[in-house]
């Protein structure tokens, strides 16, 4: 019996460890959440509601037009949040600045010249 040596199982877990999420899933594993259509979901259903979250009211129809779980809802907002694609509220909720929900940006007032 020929015993496969340790460090090529080594290279062969290091080079599995690498595999990104989107070839895990395109070989039908790495259910991990949260997925791209999570995010998806999620921002749109955010944007439905006016791209704030505050209230009980906010949080409802979110995991309502998402499917996801209160639990869920809260772990993207820390991504987001983690990534600058959110902001925290003064009044304690956030308001999303990415996708759909990206603030606008005004252009600064021209100068007139004046008359000498």
Do not use: N
């Amino acid at each position: 019996m020929r015993l496969i040596p340790i460090a090529t199982l080594l290279a062969f877990g290091a080079a599995l460890s690498a595999c990104d999420e989107a070839a895990l899933q395109a070989m039908g594993g790495g259910d991990t959440f949260p997925t791209q259509a999570d995010l998806a979901s999620y921002d749109t259903a955010v944007a439905s509601i006016g791209c704030q979250m505050e209230t009980e009211a906010d949080y409802l129809p979110v995991e309502f037009q998402t499917g996801l779980t209160r639990e869920q809802v809260l772990q993207i907002t820390s991504r987001k949040l983690s990534r600058d694609e959110a902001v925290r509220l003064d009044s304690g909720g956030v308001r999303l600045t990415t996708g759909p929900c990206t603030p606008a940006v005004t252009p600064p007032a021209a100068e007139t010249p004046t008359a000498a």
